[in-house]
């Protein structure tokens, strides 16, 4: 018997742990949970060509080609796309709750997904518009780019119907996973889990985010039935004529039939805290303002999503399993949305073969997601820590004022260097202009 923390070798891989590890000749390295159930099968009695055989037996019927740790939009997405390019795939997806997808509705742009993705991604989506609105004190704009949204009911579905009757593919639900590391995940209750490529996407929860690090987009969604049709013909993506004394604030309306809107109320704050009662109470009145008779509530949601301006940057050739996700720093800094990037890197897996995943992981998508999201880091240092919470909504005016091609690639995080320039400086004024920084100091 060795210890786990000294090295271990077996079919040329150097396994490493922190709990003791069992070594005999022929058999190779075996954890406690593989142990055990070698001595259940073989009665207890420890022969060495049973257990060999035995554990040939439970590696076959443990070892899947991708094992996606957390069920969220990460992992919906890599299934998805691995699905579409290589049906046979030998996928197991492990999730702690009931159902894959959490509570969300994930909106994106069309310029978001690449044309393949789009695709895999097209029985997922619920709603889909021409277009959508953005309302500030004395301007608006209606942008003529497709916008859709996912909800996480119907991730649930496609992504179990992606998964049922495939043979060698597993869904693990209410499965909490304790330990993830390259090539096995160990799941509470013993049983461990082992395949070629390991995806480690547990979500936002485990990203290191906090105020010293980011603000916070956060807010509070009520999809609500009304008693009369709203007339609203696309998403109005902020209305910002609210009070902007806490910080850029606006309503996010989306109609999802001519008798349901999600109203969410936004606020881009330093503390992460959510008052979700007081927002509930300001989405009500909001909908009496704009003679929305809301008639009952279908559902609600909340978030709370950083805006870093700092770490939470995906690494190069991560030790251990691939980092996904938000948790892994694939998500937009300056939005606090994962879905383009997530669709990307779901892409780019689904776009090579297996072994070159296990070699290589996410490294070749590293350089331009840290490039892109340093900038985006300085964004919001500046929205943050430059500007006082009531001329905040100055810097999205200018932003949505910038030509539909910009706009496209800041949401998409493909900015060029010329759409970084055109954020920074330029005519309109009012956007991250120092010089408007400055007369507002005292606004502080
Ligand atoms: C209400 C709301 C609305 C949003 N709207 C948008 C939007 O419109 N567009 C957009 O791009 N982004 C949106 N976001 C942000 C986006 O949802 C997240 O950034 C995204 O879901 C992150 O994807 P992920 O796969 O990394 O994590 P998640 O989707 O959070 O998935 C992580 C999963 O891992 C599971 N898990 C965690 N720990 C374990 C464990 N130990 N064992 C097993 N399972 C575990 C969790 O239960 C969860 O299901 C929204 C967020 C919220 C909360």
């Given at each position: 018997m060795i210890d786990g923390t000294e090295r271990c070798r077996e079919d040329g891989k150097e396994k490493r742990g922190s709990r003791a590890i069992l070594a005999f000749p022929?058999?190779?390295?075996?954890?406690h949970w593989e142990w055990s159930s070698l001595l259940e099968a073989a009665g207890g009695v420890c022969n060495l060509d049973m257990a060999s055989r035995t554990k040939r037996r439970l590696m076959a019927e443990t070892e899947y080609d991708y094992l996606l740790v957390g069920g969220g939009l990460q992992?919906?997405?890599?299934?998805?796309?691995?699905?579409?390019?290589?049906?046979?795939?030998?996928?197991?997806i492990v999730e702690r709750d009931d159902a894959i997808g959490g509570n969300h509705t994930w909106c994106f742009h069309a310029g978001d997904v690449s044309p393949r993705a789009a695709e895999w991604i097209a029985p997922l989506i619920c709603h889909r518009w021409p277009g959508y609105v953005v309302r500030f004190p004395?301007?608006?704009r209606r942008l003529d780019v497709e916008y859709s949204a996912i909800t996480s009911d119907r991730m649930d579905q496609v992504v179990r119907e992606a998964m049922e009757g495939r043979p060698g593919s597993r869904l693990f639900l209410g499965a909490e996973a304790l330990r993830v590391e390259r090539g096995a995940v160990h799941l509470a209750g013993g049983q461990a889990l082992t395949a070629k490529v390991v995806i480690d996407a547990r979500g936002p929860s485990r990203s290191d985010a906090g105020p010293r690090t980011a603000g916070f987009q956060k807010f509070v969604g009520l999809e609500v039935d009304l008693a009369e049709p709203h007339g609203l013909d696309r998403p109005v993506l902020m209305d910002a004529e609210l009070d902007q004394a806490h910080g850029f604030r606006f309503m996010y309306v989306l109609p999802l039939t001519a008798q349901r809107l999600l109203l969410e109320d936004t606020y881009f704050h330093q503390s992460p805290d959510l008052d979700a009662e007081g927002i509930r109470a300001e989405i009500m009145a909001y909908a009496e303002r704009k003679g929305y008779k809301?008639?009952?509530?279908?559902?609600?949601?909340?978030?709370?999503?950083?805006?870093?301006?700092?770490?939470?940057?995906?690494?190069?050739?991560?030790?251990?399993?691939?980092a996904a996700g938000f948790q892994g720093g694939w998500f937009h800094p300056a939005t606090g949305y994962s879905l383009p990037i997530a669709a990307r890197v779901a892409d780019h897996i689904a776009d090579r073969p297996l072994e070159t995943?296990?070699?290589q992981g996410l490294d070749e998508l590293v350089p331009?997601?840290?490039?892109?999201?340093?900038?985006?880091?300085?964004?919001?240092?500046?929205?943050?820590?430059?500007?006082?919470p009531r001329s905040r909504r100055h810097i999205?005016?200018?932003?949505?004022?910038?030509?539909?091609?910009?706009?496209?690639?800041?949401?998409?995080?493909?900015?060029?260097?010329?759409?970084?320039?055109?954020?920074?400086?330029?005519?309109?004024?009012?956007g991250f202009s120092p010089r408007y920084r400055l007369t507002e100091s005292t606004d502080r």
């Open positions: 022929g058999v190779g390295c075996l954890s992992s919906g997405l890599i299934t998805l796309a691995l699905r579409a390019r290589h049906p046979e795939t030998r996928i197991a004395g301007f608006e809301v008639a009952s509530l279908v559902r609600d949601e909340k978030g709370v999503l950083p805006m870093t301006w700092s770490g939470s940057l995906p690494e190069r050739r991560p030790v251990g399993a691939i995943i296990e070699r331009r997601q840290r490039s892109q999201s340093r900038f985006c880091h300085l964004l919001n240092r500046l929205l943050f820590r430059w500007y006082a999205f005016e200018r932003f949505y004022r910038l030509p539909m091609a910009t706009v496209e690639r800041f949401y998409a995080l493909r900015l060029t260097w010329a759409d970084r320039f055109r954020l920074l400086v330029g005519n309109p004024p009012r």
